[in-house]
């Protein structure tokens, strides 16, 4: 049940004078039943509206506070020497493992953390999937595919403007001791959801044959929708060791 | 009393609600706000998040399922 007024019926029951005498019953009946049931379309507008609102704009305002908070915790947490550094096995990896610069997709950084369900994605980061693909983490050094997705729309709409990414543009993956610098060479703007292939070792529909240390960033398209998904992919072109300010790499300029 | 007769005391549930409020206009008005308020906040905080998963607009994952 909804609780809005409308000024019509307000007047209406607002009017002096006692109660009226009921109106003949099955006049009555069928006007209250029109009445509940006009009611109940208005109800169901207003209801799909506020679901828009907080569909496009609520989840956004939750999303980007958990992030900033995780985002925060996972600076903290390098400039007191934790986490980064080491094997896989010294990785916080709940904390979120480095940020995402794509600085023709978006101004800020991306969180990155492990996993892609919803649960973690809808705090506004991105995930590195485990399933039904494991990604390759850049730190481990080996070759391999470091997959991510995160929302197009929505809960921080981290991928937003996934189409504004161009052949060449840098990907720049951030971690607590290295900048990966990723360079674009391959862009699928739609495929199949099913189409797990592009997350593969070596993506082989992006044109490359061999091994290599790729990066690869899924999100859904059209926007609004979920009904095909846009692959982006990179390649690593160098790495750079992050210096005591953390100046950022040529490329973040 | 209404504009037409069928009006009389039978305005659907909303207007139901305004009956059963206690008070004058503004505290019929201010406690109707109140009941929005907690409505929208209901719909943002359990519906909406319950919901979501369950529609098509928000997967952003190729998977093999």
């Not at chain 1, 400039?79 to 995402?100: N, Q, V």
């Not at chain 1, 161009?166 to 099913?194: A, H, M, N, Q, R």
């Not at chain 1, 929708?225 to 690593?236: D, M, Q």
């Amino acid at each position: 049940m909804a609780a809005t007024t409308d000024t019509d019926h307000e007047e209406q029951t607002d009017a002096p004078g006692g109660q009226p005498a009921p109106p003949p019953r099955g006049r009555g009946r069928i006007a209250l039943a029109v009445s509940v049931f006009g009611e109940l379309l208005i109800t169901a507008g207003l209801v799909t509206g506020l679901f828009v609102v907080y569909s496009l704009w609520w989840t956004n305002v939750m999303a980007d506070r958990a992030a900033d908070r995780q985002g925060d915790q996972v600076r903290d947490d390098w400039a007191e020497g934790r986490g980064g550094s080491g094997g896989p096995g010294a990785l916080d990896t709940k904390a979120g493992i480095g940020f995402l610069h794509v600085p023709t997709m978006s101004r800020g950084e991306v969180l990155v953390e492990k996993g892609t369900s919803m649960k973690v994605l809808n705090d506004g980061v991105a995930g590195y999937y485990t399933d039904p693909v494991k990604a390759e983490l850049p730190m481990t050094g080996k070759k391999g595919n470091f997959s991510l997705a995160a929302h197009r729309d929505g809960h921080g709409a981290k991928f937003h403007n996934i189409d504004k990414i161009e052949k060449g543009d840098p990907i720049v993956f951030e971690t607590k001791d290295t900048w990966y610098v990723y360079k674009v060479y391959g862009i699928l703007p739609e495929t199949s959801k099913y189409n797990v292939d592009v997350l593969g070792k070596v993506p082989e529909e992006s044109g490359k044959e061999k091994a290599g240390h790729y990066i690869t960033l899924t999100t859904c398209t059209p926007v609004y929708t979920s009904r095909y998904r846009y692959v982006v992919w990179g390649e690593l072109v160098r790495t750079e060791k992050v210096d005591g300010e953390r100046t950022v790499p040529d490329e973040l300029r | 009393m209404g504009l037409v007769p069928w009006f009389d005391g039978r305005d659907g549930m909303y207007g139901w609600i305004w009956r059963h409020l206690p008070g004058n206009v503004w505290v019929k008005a201010l406690l109707s706000l109140v009941l929005v308020v907690a409505v929208v906040y209901v719909l943002f905080q359990y519906v909406f998040p319950w919901a979501e998963p369950l529609l098509p607009f928000n997967d952003v994952t190729v998977d093999n399922q």
